[in-house]
Each structure stands twice: as C-alpha cells, then as structure tokens.
C-alpha cells in the first residue's frame, strides 16, 4: 500500500508541479550555475547506497587549497529562499519512483556517518529514507542529534499509512511556515561526530 501511494503521488506531483520544476532550473541555473542539480550519495534502506538527488542551493566555492568553504559561505540568498520554500527537494520524488525513497521515513544522512551510529540509532534504516519524515515536522534542523534520532526511531517503532498522512499534512504546514530550516547559528545542521 506505501509503495503505491508513493508512486501515485510521486508522479501527480510531479506533473502538477512540471512548469514549476522547469522554473527553478532555470533560476538555479542562471543564479548558481550548473549542474543545477546536486547529487551525492546516502545510506537508504538496511544501509544501501543510493544516489540523492535535489536542486543545488550553494555555490562551488573553495579556498586557496580547494577545500570547499563553509555551508554558510556558499550559501546564497537565492540558495536560502529555495531551502526555506522546500522546493530544493522536488528531484528527490524521482529517487521515490524509483524506489531508493518514500515520501515519508527518516531523512537520509551522510554515509560518513554510517559508522558512528549507536545499534539503536542506526535502526533508523530498517525503513526507507523519505523526502520528509516525523523528526522533520517535530523539529527539523533545530533540535539535537540525538533527539532526531529518537524521533526517527519512534517512527519506525510506530509506522502507518495514518501516521504517514499526519506527517505529509504537518510537512505543508512547515513548508509555509518555513520553520526549523537551520540549526540556531548554523546556515543547516552541524555535523554528527557520533558523540551521544
């Protein structure tokens, strides 16, 4: 039943939202450059790798020994805009068509920080990762690690088709509201060291 309603809503929104989706590559484009879209890889379901697609929303700049700068340095306005509306996420529903994602499960993270997850934290990709998820209407970037990981726990402790509908009705009420986007004095989160 998940798997269809993934796929049924996936493409609705999908072709609801095509000019939309045009639209912002073309601002993405001429604001960032290309490629317009940022991929990188993430741990999905039992750990498994997949490619994680979304509008990019920070520019390639780098130091004099090319490293990359701090998020908050290549952070444009336009970049802002386009976290804060959500709309960064709209390439993720074709990785929901394909099946790497849901709609709603805990959020993929880095694969960097696959071995430092604790046996109960990492029981967080016993589900597929999904495009948003219970920690991300409870709180999104604003709260702790750990407190992400527990929320994300409970929701695979506690999974159903209503629930998953809960958390879709609160994603749309974030998304206007644009709460919870960054971490208190971080442009998103900062990173999990592993330590509790």
Excluded at 13 to 42: D, E, H, M, W
Excluded at 125 to 136: D, E, L, R, Y
Aim: charged share 20%; glycine share 6%; no cysteine.
């Amino acid at each position: 039943m998940k798997r269809t309603i993934d796929i049924l809503a996936a493409l609705f929104t999908l072709i609801i939202l095509s000019p939309l989706y045009l639209i912002i590559t073309r601002k993405v484009a001429n604001n960032l450059g290309k490629p317009v879209i940022f991929s990188q890889q993430r741990p999905g379901l039992n750990g498994k790798i997949f490619t994680m697609k979304k509008f990019r929303s920070m520019r390639d700049a780098q130091d004099k020994n090319g490293v990359p700068l701090p998020d908050n340095q290549r952070l444009t306005e336009f970049g802002i805009k386009l976290r804060n509306s959500s709309l960064d996420e709209l390439p993720g529903l074709f990785s929901v068509l394909k099946g790497d994602m849901s709609l709603v499960g805990p959020r993929p993270l880095l694969v960097e920080y696959l071995p430092l997850y604790s046996k109960q934290q990492a029981r967080r990709h016993n589900v597929k990762p999904g495009i948003t998820g219970w920690a991300q209407v409870n709180g999104r970037n604003a709260i702790s690690w750990q407190e992400k990981f527990e929320l994300d726990v409970w929701y695979v402790n506690n999974q159903s088709l209503w629930l998953d509908i809960k958390i879709i009705y609160l994603t749309i009420q974030k998304v206007f509201s644009q709460a919870d986007i960054s971490a208190s004095e971080e442009a998103t989160m900062k990173k999990f060291t592993g330590q509790q």
